[in-house]
T-cell receptor, first 112, second 108 residues
Framework: DVKVTQSSRYLVKRTGEKVFLECVQD?????MFWYRQDPGLGLRLIYF???????EKGDIPEGYSVSREKKERFSLILESASTNQTSMYLC???????????FGPGTRLTVT | AQRVTQPEKLLSVFKGAPVELKCNYS??????LFWYVQYSRQRLQLLLR??SRESIKGFTADLNKGETSFHLKKPFAQEEDSAMYYC??????????FGPGTRLSVLP
């Protein structure tokens, strides 16, 4: 059973803080993704990674960066959190050649 | 630009009634289409994908390339079908584009 875990379910940060969201998958998947989920907008892709140390921008990368130093771990970094980054953040992974994504439980981030 | 639209934010039907969740897309190539579902307090999960052409939990979806649609249908809705449904597409499995979602409420 594929397991994607995220470091926190709820997080409250102040404007200007540096924020790290961690995602770990245990199925040796090559591809990992970070989305934000907002009502009325659905899921929007922030960044994805198809291999260790590789990353590609998604549709809304501004204000975010990512790190993938190990295959199982994909981190999302908010260099200087702003209130408009208050959202639900979802991590997902998938193996090569299979397009089904497996999602984590999400991190609800509130920036005050 | 790739885009997925789901015209209904909320769809309410009675138990046993047919249900159709609409999805339209714009894409210049040949994308792969999916339906994902999120039940209350659960994580997002794949419901079905167009290339498998299978029925999951009684749901089916047919890709209509002429109308660029991928509507999700079920002949008899059940209360446990109440959830948030997202239509999504991808090109080569890297960039995924999701629609805004439709909340299905099945009334007793």
């Amino acid at each position: 059973d594929v397991k994607v875990t995220q470091s926190s379910r709820y997080l409250v940060k102040r404007t200007g803080e540096k924020v790290f969201l961690e995602c770990v998958q245990d199925m040796d998947h090559e591809n990992m993704f970070w989305y934000r989920q907002d009502p009325g907008l659905g899921l929007r892709l922030i960044y994805f990674s198809y291999d260790v140390k590789m990353k590609e921008k998604g549709d809304i990368p501004e204000g975010y960066s990512v790190s993938r130093e190990k295959k199982e771990r994909f981190s999302l970094i908010l260099e200087s959190a702003s209130t408009n980054q208050t959202s639900m953040y979802l991590c997902a992974s998938r193996p090569d050649k299979v397009y089904e994504q497996y999602f984590g439980p999400g991190t609800r981030l509130t920036v005050t | 630009a790739q885009r997925v639209t789901q015209p209904e934010k909320l769809l309410s039907v009675f138990k046993g009634a047919p249900v159709e969740l609409k999805c339209n897309y714009s894409y210049s190539g040949s994308p792969e289409l999916f339906w994902y579902v999120q039940y209350s307090r659960q994580r997002l999960q794949l419901l079905l994908r167009h290339i498998s052409r299978e029925s999951i939990k009684g749901f089916t979806a047919d890709l209509n390339k002429g109308e660029t649609s991928f509507h999700l249908k079920k002949p008899f809705a059940q209360e446990e079908d109440s959830a948030m449904y997202y239509c999504a597409l991808t090109n080569y499995g890297q960039n995924f584009v999701f629609g805004p979602g439709t909340r299905l409420s099945v009334l007793p």
